[in-house]
Every structure is written in structure tokens, then in C-alpha cells.
């Protein structure tokens, strides 16, 4: 009978009836709010493209000047900027240049060539090899090809560094594009009278030689070059410079990278007319431009970033006087503490997954409660890790509540520390279901634990310079408490050096110390600077306009900039069956809309570890709302500020070069002045033409609109002063003596003999010969040809044929017919020297005296005639009659005329000894 009773059913207890009456728990996922809008966009603004033009920098000033210059790219409101190119090419590896929407390629003078010269001819010797010049020459043609015609082509450097010895070469390469036409509109220099280098910088001397060269780039005429590896041609049959413009200062380099965002935006082309008018060549001298700028301008980029840094700081740590709490990390108070216990058990109670199981464990009171225990299975698991979860994000996304961590953190430890005397309890139950009841509430007990350790990391990284809390001691397995959960379950704590807050504080730093740095200057300031800080204005603005709350008293009620911030910034725990659950910080991207099942995107959840990542999508949120303050920079706020330091443009009226205006007003036309106002409409230059140019009248103002409508600028252009009366040239030539080896150009080089020749022959000094008539000096052999034959009567005026003027002409040498030349001697000696040798047929017609099997067989021939003739007894007397009467013809004639003057510096040296060594 007992055996037979063993096999009959228990009856069931009162609890198992309850149990069995229990369905199986639902788990609903979780939400994490509605959707939200799209951060607003500022309205777009029509701007005109800006016309192709290449900025080709050189050395280290050339560095400085496209680095500002992009920069200033960067911060305008008008483009867009794709048909501008830039080009850097230094003597030593540089730092990538910044974006600033032009392309940008750079290159470096690598090769190791020495010079027997000077430190130019070593830079220069570089260039010439195919290694070097070969990209620069693809990256023109490429160009060429991208932007077609109408190219505003601009070089900048220093005189005074080695690697300006590559402009001549450099302007070879331009001047001789393949193809047909010429794709450059102009082609502009911009040199420095300084170096950021001093150390690198050449004596006074070579800058002077330099300069030469330079000026004579300038003049039209047919330019001879030394062919560069793989160039036929040896003639340039215009200017190689249209413009050109020294500027001396510590400012040059900015003050040429302003004159570069005025003259290249698209409001200024009337500007180039002027400048190409008003080109004039005073007295046989080169010239050059000068200028003087100013600009105001909103920092625009710096603004932005600031608000952005000073936005993400607010939304997480708040900076409300009277809202303490206003930020995502809120601080304790005492006054909204909430009990440990009432907390977890609401969790429990009243969560999405309630279920009466979790009431049957709260109501529990000792070891009697569990005689009888319920099936476990993992749906519990869920139930348990989805109601507490909710609890969490119902506390850490109240934006009401204070201390949300360390009250998430309490609530967990009564937890861990509850389902620690639940285990002990169930561990003396009697029920079959035991073990695999005690080891649910171990899942939950290290849930609970996974969930305690995150919120303490998070309270690390959230908090700058704070002890961690320590951690409730029953947090802790104990030893041999046994668990479902892999070892993965528990989180290394975050090692990186700085919290988040302490991230963010270096982004709002460096925000200020970038504000900073563009707040002033002599050329261009920034509307925020203050004569006590650059960051009083800006900090104004952002109370007045950003966050008004701040600076209306009384005010608490969160402007919208900083309520679309924040209500993106939030709390959500990752729940996925088998792993633990995280607890991540999320940032809703601006234009990411929440999933419909209400879920943040996954891109947008971030770990206590993802520090700097999360950061960066704060930082990218806050940016997409400081985008939207673009109209206040370019508005009200713009016209208040311009409005205080429009005296500022005032500066435009000196110029950036110093010059003898004395000696400049006896050459017509030198220094002529033109003045500009640029500004966005012509309301705006008109109201502040009298603070920017005090001393000119209305009329004497040219105001441009259409500028950017973040800055004003005033220009002042000095045009056509020639190089002698500049003070900076002038300190150069003294130090100069003509000597030869300064020079790279044979021009030059025979020019500066002849000079020396001159002063050591007569005693007195000499100017140096002008640019037109050192063009025809490239050849010094048929320079000397030329003299020679004139001196002793091969180079005879002829009558014309018919009502022809007389022609000077070449007398005929045995096979070689006469060469008509010219009704006048200096031209004369261009025709001979220059342009017969060097005219496109003398390279295909045999018949030509110049073609290039027969020159070498005249130039011998004419020497030998010359050389017969001054043999000859009545040579003497050729000569005296040459002197009395030819000679003298132009001494008189060159006391007014600084060409005849140089030309009969040439016949009075040949007529001496030819310069020709071995004559």
C-alpha cells in the first residue's frame, strides 16, 4: 500500500495552484521617444561663381599667402570655389595645405644641384630638371584643360628668398602653353619685400638683381630663354608679367593674401579693367604696383565652432545660473532624492513586462516564501532585463530629476543586494524547480551588477576631475557563485586620460584661443575682436542671440538652438538576448529621424568608452544648429559691428611700400591712386565711405556690391611707380655693382657689363640700361657685331627705295646679301640682335643669314669683314668721324632720353674695347 501511495499525484499546494495560473511573460521592446524634427536650414543664398584663376605660391612666403588665402576661402559666404587652383612649390617638405574649396596641389625642389653663381641659380637649376618642372607643367596644361580660356593666372613669393630664381623659367612655361591661343587673361605677380625666413634670405645685392629681372618681365618685346629640357622655342613674344606688385611689412603675407580673396571674388572685375587702363611704363622704367587693404570680417568658422563647443558643454553639463540641472549630467540635490527601494521595486512592479511573478518575489519576507517555486525559463530573463531597463531610461531621461547616476546606481545596489538574499532563500527550498530558479535570479543579480559597473563608468566619464563613487561591496560576485553569463559580461572601465566633459571643455578652448587668434591685426580684423578680449563680443552674442535665458533675468525656459540640442541627447539600454545589456549615451544625428519601432538609430548609441566618439557626434549635432546663425553673422549683428569699427578700413589709405613721392611725380602717370569700397550692397559703402577713406571725396571712391556678405574691404592701388624711386630698391642697389655673376638671364648679364664697363672707363655712375633696350642685349656676340660694324662703317644709311625713309643696313659680306634694318640706330641694333635671328622663318628658310646651318658661317664672316676694315689706314680717321659725328649726334639726343642715354653707353664701351672676350 505505501509503495502503491507513492505513485499517486501530490495534491497541489495553494502556491503551485497560483503559479500554474501564470502565463509566460511578454517583453516589449523598448522606445526611446517620438520622432523628432529636422534641425532648421539657413535659406540658400544665390552667389556668383568665382572666374578660374591659379595661385601659384612660391617658398615660404608663397606658403603663408595660400595658407591665409584658403583659409579666407573657407570662411566666405560667396562660391562656390571650384574654378580656383592653387599650386605651392617650396625648397623643403610642408604640412598639407587646409581646405578652403580650391584644389590644391603642392611640390618640393628635392634634387641636390650646386651653383657656381649664386643661391638663385642653385634654386633655379633644380627647377630646370624634367623631375621638377614636368609636374608643374602637366598641372598647367591640366588646368588649361579644365578651365579653358579667360584664366587669371597669379604667382606669389619673396624676393628675398632663392627659390624666386625659378619665376623666369616658371613664366616660360606659362607663356609657352601648347595648344591654340592663350588660356590666361592676365598673369600677376605679388612679391614680398621680405621673408618669414630671415635666415634664408638673400643679401641685398642679389635681391637687387633679382629685382632687375623681375622689372623687366613686365615690359612687352620679345623676351629671349634659355630653352628648359623638351622646349623648342627660345622667344616670348609679350610681357611676361602684366602686373606686378612689391609689398614690404611684417604684413605682407597677409596683406597679399587679402588683396587675393578681393581681387579674385567675383564683385571685383572691374577692378582688373582699372588696373589694365591705367598701366603705363613711366620714362623707359619698369614699375610696379603697390597697395594698402583693410577688411572687417566675421570669423564666421570660428563662430560657428564656438557656438557648436559652447552648445555640446551646455547639453551635457547645462550653464543656467537658475538650472542647475539643465544639462544631461545632473548634479545631486536633496530635495528630488528618491528611495533605493521604491524605486527598483516600481521598476518590478509597474514595467512593461509586470508580471505577478515579480510582485510574488517583492511580497517575499523569508525562506517560507519559497517552499514552492515556479518554473523558470528564459522568458523571465527578458521580462526582468526589459522592466528594468525602462526604469532606467524613465530616470535618466527625466529631465526633471537630478542626480539620475548615482540614483540609478542606488536603486541597482538595493537590487543586487535583494536578488543576493532571494538566491539564499531559494538555495534552502525544498522544490525540484530550485537550482534552475536560483540560477534566473544569478542572471538577474549579474545583470543588475553589468548594469551598476556602466552607470559608475559613465559617472567617470561624465564627471571632470571626480573620484569614481565606490562601488557597492555586494556589486561583486562572490567566490563560486555560479552564472549563465559569458565572461564578457563584465566591461573593462574606461582608460581613456580625459572624460567627456573635459573633452568637450578642450573643443570650447580651442574654439576661444581660434577666436582669438583672428580677432586682430593690421590689415584684417575680425567684427568680434574688443579692444579688452576677442571673446566679450562673441560671448554677448551668444547670450543675446543663442541662449537668451541666460541673459534676461528671470528667464528660464530653454531657448529653441539649445531644446533641439538636447532633446537629442539622451539615454538608451541595448538589450539583446544572451549578452548582457549596455547602457549607452545616445546623439540623434540633425537629420536622422527616429525608426519607426521608436528605436535611435545604432550609429547614434555610444559606450562609456566611445569618449572622443561621442564628442565628435555631439560636436556634428551642435555644428548642424550653429549653421543655422548664418544670417544673424551676415545681418543686424554684421551692420551693428561695422557700424563701431568701420574707422579700421581707414588703414587701406597707407601704402604697403615706401617710395620718394618727390622723385615719383616727375614721371607722368606714376603712383596714380585708385580707391575701392566692397561691401555687400551699396547701402552698406555708403554709409561708411567717409570712415574708410577720410581724406578722398565721394567721387574719388569706387564702392562695389556684391562682395561677401560677411566682410567690407577697402583697397588702395598706387599704380605704375617706378622701381628707382622705391626706398627698399633703392637700400638694394647700393650694395649691387653691377656685377654680372648676380644675374641668371643673359640680358642682364650683358647689361650689367656694360654698365661697369662705363663707370670704369669714364669714372661716373650709371643707371641701370632700361628693360626695352636689355631685351635686345641677350646675344652679347651680335650686340658687339652690330657696334663693330657700325663704328667702322659696315652699318651705313641708305636711301629707301621710292618714298622709303633711309634705312640703316648691313652692309653685304661676301655671300650674304645686305640686311635692311632699321630708319634709326637703336632700333637698328634690336632688329640685328634680336628679332632677325630669332623671327619664326629665319628656322625654316634656308636663305635667311640667321637660319641655324648658315649663322655661325655669317657671324665669322661679318667679324672677319669687320676685323679687315678696322685694319685698313683710314680706320683712324673712320673712327674720329664716327665720334664727331654719329656718336655725338646721340650724346646729344641722350640727355633727354634715358634709352639713348643706355645705347650710347653700349657704342661708347665698344668703341673703347668689344665686349666681346678674344675680339
Known sequence: ???????????????????????????????????????????????????????????????????????????????????????????????????????????????????????????????????????????????????????????????????????????????????????????????????????????????????????????????????????????????????????????????????????????????????????????????????????????????????????????????????????????????????????????????????????????????????????????????????????????????????????????????????????????????????????????????????????????????????????????????????????????????????????????????????????????????????????????????DTIRPELSRFGATDASSAFRRVRERLGWWVELMPGRPPTICLTCIPPTVPLAADGQPPPGSRFTANDVERVGQALLEMTKAQANAIEADLTGLWFQQRLAQLSSFLSRSNTPLLAYDENAAIHYPGAASRRAYLIAQDKTITAAHRAAAFPSLPSNQINELDGGDPARATAITFWLNIPLSVIEPVRAAYAHYGHRSSLHLFPQERTAAEYERRWRELTGESISPFPPDLTLALADPHLVTLFCQALICGLVEKKAGAYSDPPCWTMSAVEDFDPLPLAADLWPALKKFALELPNESETHTNPAKHFYRERRGLYVETLRAAIRAQQRQPENRARRENFSKTTLEELRRRSQQDPLTRAYVCVLEVEFDEPLWAGW
Request: hydrophobic residues 40%; negative net charge.
Open 1 to 543: 500500500m505505501p509503495l502503491f501511495r507513492n505513485f499517486l499525484p501530490r495534491p497541489e499546494s495553494e502556491a503551485q495552484r497560483r503559479f500554474a495560473g501564470w502565463e509566460r511573460p511578454s517583453a516589449p521592446p523598448l522606445k526611446w521617444g517620438s520622432d523628432l524634427p529636422a534641425f532648421p536650414r539657413p535659406e540658400p543664398r544665390h552667389t556668383p561663381q568665382f572666374a578660374p584663376a591659379l595661385v601659384i605660391g612660391l617658398g615660404d612666403t608663397g606658403e603663408a599667402v595660400l595658407r591665409d588665402w584658403l583659409s579666407q576661402l573657407a570662411q566666405s559666404s560667396s562660391g562656390p570655389h571650384s574654378a580656383l587652383r592653387a599650386y605651392l612649390l617650396t625648397e623643403r617638405p610642408t604640412a598639407p595645405l587646409p581646405e578652403g574649396g580650391a584644389q590644391t596641389r603642392q611640390a618640393d625642389l628635392t634634387a641636390t644641384v650646386s651653383s657656381t653663381r649664386n643661391r638663385r641659380a642653385a634654386t633655379g637649376e633644380q627647377f630646370r630638371q624634367v623631375s621638377a618642372h614636368g609636374p608643374f607643367r602637366e598641372w598647367l596644361e591640366a588646368c588649361a584643360r579644365d578651365l579653358h580660356r579667360d584664366i587669371r593666372l597669379i604667382i606669389v613669393g619673396s624676393v628675398h628668398e632663392p627659390i624666386i630664381g625659378i619665376l623666369g623659367d616658371m613664366l616660360q612655361i606659362i607663356r609657352l602653353v601648347p595648344g591654340r591661343g592663350n588660356p590666361y587673361l592676365t598673369v600677376t605677380a605679388f612679391v614680398a619685400m621680405d621673408t618669414p625666413d630671415p635666415a634664408i634670405a638673400l643679401d641685398d645685392a642679389e635681391t637687387y638683381a633679382a629685382l632687375r629681372e623681375i622689372g623687366r618681365f613686365t615690359f612687352g618685346g620679345e623676351h629671349w630663354m634659355e630653352p628648359l629640357p623638351g622646349q623648342q622655342q627660345q622667344i616670348i613674344r609679350s610681357a611676361l608679367l602684366d602686373q606686378l606688385f612689391l609689398i614690404e611689412g611684417q604684413s605682407a603675407s597677409t596683406a597679399i593674401a587679402e588683396a587675393l580673396f578681393t581681387l579674385l571674388h567675383p564683385s571685383t572685375r572691374s577692378i582688373w579693367e582699372n588696373l589694365a587702363n591705367n598701366l603705363a611704363r613711366p620714362g623707359h622704367e619698369a614699375a610696379a604696383h603697390t597697395f594698402g587693404v583693410a577688411a572687417l570680417s566675421v570669423p564666421r568658422r570660428e563662430i560657428q565652432a564656438y557656438v557648436a563647443a559652447r552648445l555640446a558643454r551646455a547639453a551635457l553639463c547645462g550653464e543656467h545660473p537658475q538650472k542647475p540641472n539643465e544639462g544631461l549630467r545632473s548634479l545631486p540635490s536633496s530635495f528630488h532624492s528618491r528611495d533605493p527601494e521604491t524605486l527598483a521595486s516600481r521598476w518590478l512592479r509597474n514595467g512593461p513586462a509586470a508580471h505577478p511573478l515579480f510582485d510574488w518575489l517583492l511580497d517575499a519576507v523569508g525562506p517560507a516564501h519559497f517552499r514552492s517555486l515556479p518554473p523558470a525559463h528564459i522568458g523571465f530573463d527578458d521580462a526582468f532585463q526589459s522592466n528594468i531597463a525602462n526604469g532606467l531610461l524613465s530616470l535618466l531621461n527625466d529631465h526633471a530629476a537630478t542626480d539620475h547616476l548615482a540614483q540609478g546606481r542606488a536603486a541597482l545596489a538595493w537590487l543586487i543586494d535583494w536578488l543576493k538574499q532571494i538566491r539564499e532563500w531559494v538555495a534552502a527550498s525544498p522544490d525540484a524547480n530550485q537550482r534552475a530558479f536560483a540560477e534566473m535570479i544569478a542572471r538577474w543579480r549579474d545583470s543588475a551588477s553589468h548594469l551598476a559597473r556602466q552607470l559608475d563608468e559613465w559617472e567617470h566619464t561624465l564627471t571632470p576631475h571626480t573620484k569614481t563613487a565606490e562601488p557597492v561591496s555586494s556589486w561583486r560576485q562572490p567566490a563560486g557563485d555560479s552564472s549563465d553569463w559569458r565572461s564578457s559580461a563584465a566591461t573593462t572601465p574606461s582608460t581613456s586620460a580625459a572624460t567627456l566633459s573635459e573633452w568637450l571643455d578642450q573643443r570650447q578652448r580651442e574654439s576661444q584661443s581660434a577666436l582669438k587668434a583672428v580677432a586682430g591685426g593690421s590689415v584684417r580684423r575680425a567684427l568680434t575682436a574688443n579692444d579688452s578680449d576677442g571673446l566679450v563680443e562673441i560671448e554677448k552674442y551668444y547670450k
